[in-house]
């Protein structure tokens, strides 16, 4: 069975570090395009970037630029998602994402999903 | 303020037809890029319904289609059901700043 195993729900205060996963198992991991989309409470998905795993080609967008950084451990099938200073307004459910084909240019639709994490950031 | 312009919410009575647009500009949808749509439940992950402008994945019913025009898209869904009850978004690529995914701010689809 294709899946996307997210890791578990984090809580931490502003100014910390996170890095949270996403495994893939039952295709061929490093030959597809893996995204992150951020659902913050009672607001919208937004597409935050892609990672090719064979080469580590990321795509952000502007607004995550520099905010987040993705990356991805092909020899595991797990791509990352991380940051170094979280802000309280980070607190959101982030969702992992698989493209729908393999290869391809970086267009296509997220086909399968992980189940996403909860990220509270709170004193 | 999303790039991509949804209806914040839409309504229809079951059996009947209801669309949702999806509104962008020359940068995105009006550029050719693939329009795609999910439908999203609460507590739940998103799912994909549309890709590929009208294409429907294995095991999306045919009540849903999907359509592109200019710098629009649209999601029809035909005989309404309760359990269409979700929030609805449309996705695509942007060439601005080098090209990044772009979403729409999603429209609430209330069955009545």
């Known amino acids: 069975e294709v899946q996307l195993v997210q890791s578990g729900a984090e809580v931490k205060e502003p100014g910390e570090s996170l890095k949270i996963s996403c495994r893939g198992s039952?295709?061929?991991?490093?030959?597809?395009?893996i995204g992150w989309v951020r659902q913050m409470p009672g607001k919208g998905l937004e597409w935050m970037g892609i990672i090719y795993p064979v080469d580590s080609h990321t795509i952000y967008s502007p607004s995550f630029q520099g905010q987040v950084t993705i990356s991805a451990d092909k020899s595991i099938n797990t791509a990352f998602l991380q940051w170094n200073s979280l802000k309280a307004s980070d607190t959101a459910i982030y969702f992992c994402?698989?493209?729908?084909?393999?290869?391809?240019?970086?267009?296509?639709?997220?086909?399968?999903w992980g189940r996403g994490t909860m990220v509270t950031v709170a004193s | 303020q999303s790039v991509l312009t949804q209806p914040p919410s839409v309504s229809g009575a079951p059996g009947q037809r209801v669309t949702i647009s999806c509104t962008g500009s020359?940068?995105?949808?009006?550029?050719?890029?693939?329009v795609h749509w999910y439908q999203k439940l609460p507590a739940t992950a998103p799912k994909l319904l549309i890709y590929?402008?009208?294409n429907r994945p294995s095991g999306v019913p045919d009540r849903f289609s999907g359509s592109k025009s200019g710098t629009t898209a649209s999601l029809a869904i035909s005989g309404l059901q309760a359990e269409d009850e979700a929030d609805y978004y449309c996705?695509?690529?942007?060439?601005?700043?080098?090209?990044?995914?772009?979403f729409g701010g999603g429209t609430k689809l209330t069955v009545l």
């Open positions: 994402a698989r493209f729908r084909t393999p290869y391809g240019s970086g267009y296509d639709a997220f086909q399968i």
């Open positions: 590929g402008d009208n």
């Open positions: 996705q695509s690529y942007d060439n601005t700043l080098g090209g990044w995914g772009v």
């Open positions: 020359s940068s995105n949808i009006g550029a050719g890029y693939d």
């Open positions: 039952g295709y061929s991991f490093g030959h597809y395009w």
